[in-house]
């Protein structure tokens, strides 16, 4: 059974998008190896929601309540070594929902991992990923939450290793709680992976394919002061959470807008000043608890480089990088399926309807692009269980020729040990339990 779990816990933007395709890639690698990716990617979310007890549940199915659970069940029925759980938001948790869900791995040997980064660009991607969710306040008059905000995702709460270290890692030996920097500084391609091994002990296994795809899902300067103004525009016309993750992150700011521009985002002296206090308490508090660390702690300071402000944009640009996500978006649609010449069952005399009709089969060919969007990572996974059915397939026709082979050959000798007329039921068994210690 499973003896050591490794928990990576986040923070959010800190390189966990490359270390999770990393581990998904290498799946079986690491099952081979003796160590269990769990997931799917859905059932750590639910996870996650789970432990911080997310008042977000009570629109999900039931099920996603208990995700927790299953999540601990598959690190219990793991034959090998060890397992390792990565999922960013398990960030926020409180101390006591941390304590409540460690409780479950009783008996296992139990490390939380912390990954975090230059704590400036953690700023303005926190910004960012609020804009993703309808925010519309300018980064120049916004801060990050404070480690106060327990429901913020994109704050102090999460992205100060310290906090998440310290929470996390409250009824562990320091020695089990690892932190690991982002490089701040030119460093090979893969030594955040590096460092992230080190941690979780996969610098030992062989034959690791780091080349997967790098998502790169940051928005520029001009792109972000857009998507800051359509939040304006759209007046809360969209609503929910998962209505926005669809809609404003997955498709516009996602699909449309970051390709389009990629100028960094600048940051105000004040923000400067917050992210460099908290890296010097963060550095303070990890080296006075005696965390392993993986990487330099100088690796959260902030460093400044030339970089506009959103507000520093002007209008015309605005406007150019609207026209291509608006040539994008149209091309996009197209390429959904949609057909708004001819709707199903709509006719020039009926405009009013046909329109009706046309905006439905956009929306309905635009949902089946979307999920589209998220059919490779679903086909990986599938092909991954269906390869390991076909394994469990084999071995449970191997067992059972196995068995035959065994019942065939104790008929056969229980033959032959005894005459018929003297085949004793005790004296049978016992010339057969001799049997089969010498012969299997």
């Known amino acids: 059974m499973t003896q050591v779990v490794h928990l990576h816990v986040g923070g959010p933007k800190s390189g966990t998008t490359f270390i999770q395709q990393v581990l998904e890639h290498n799946a079986d690698t690491l099952a081979k190896a003796g160590v269990l990716v769990v997931g799917p990617r859905l059932e750590l979310i639910h996870a996650a929601m789970a432990v911080r007890g997310d008042h977000r549940l009570d629109d999900l199915p039931d099920a996603a309540r208990h995700a927790w659970d299953r999540v601990v069940e598959q690190v219990r029925a793991w034959q090998g070594s060890s397992a390792i759980v990565s999922y960013e938001l398990f960030a926020n ?94 460093a090979g391609a893969d030594e955040l992976w590096h460092r992230f091994a080190a941690a979780t002990g996969l610098d030992g296994v062989a034959d690791l394919d780091l080349g997967v795809e790098r998502a790169n899902e940051s928005l520029g300067v001009v792109e972000a002061e857009l998507l800051r103004r359509v939040n304006a525009g759209l007046d809360g016309r969209i609503r929910g959470g998962r209505q926005r993750s669809l809609w404003l992150r997955d498709l516009l700011a996602h699909t449309i807008l970051a390709p389009i521009g990629r100028e960094p985002i600048g940051l105000t002296d004040a923000h400067a000043d917050e992210a460099a206090a908290q890296a010097e308490a963060a550095i303070a508090a990890i080296t006075a608890a005696g965390y392993r660390v993986h990487g330099d702690l100088e690796d959260l300071r902030p460093t400044r480089a030339e970089a506009r402000l959103p507000g520093e944009v002007s209008d015309t640009e605005v406007a150019g990088s609207a026209a291509l996500a608006l040539a994008d978006l149209l091309v996009w649609a197209r390429d959904a399926g949609a057909d708004v010449r001819t709707p199903a069952g709509g006719t020039a005399e009926e405009p009013a309807d046909g329109r009706s009709r046309v905006a439905a089969e956009v929306k309905g060919a635009v949902r089946g692009s979307l999920t589209r969007l998220a059919a490779p990572v679903r086909d990986r996974r599938v092909a991954r269980l269906e390869k390991r059915i076909a394994e469990l397939e084999a071995q449970v026709e191997q067992s059972r020729a196995l068995h035959l082979r065994v019942a065939t050959l104790s008929d056969v000798v229980a033959q032959l040990l005894l005459p018929a007329a003297q085949q004793d039921e005790d004296l049978t068994m016992a010339a057969l339990r001799s049997y089969r210690d010498r012969s299997l």
């Open 93 to 186: 948790a409180s101390a006591e929902q941390v304590r409540t869900a460690l409780a479950r791995l009783d008996g296992i040997e139990v490390h939380v991992v912390v990954s975090a980064r230059d704590l400036g660009k953690a700023i303005a991607s926190s910004w960012q990923e609020q804009l993703k969710f309808g925010i519309t306040k300018p980064l120049e008059s916004w801060s990050p939450p404070q480690e106060s905000a327990v429901d913020s995702e994109w704050g102090w709460r999460t992205m100060q290793p310290a906090h998440v270290a310290a929470r996390w890692g409250a009824d562990l030996p320091a020695e089990r709680v690892h932190v690991v920097t982002v490089p701040s500084r030119p």
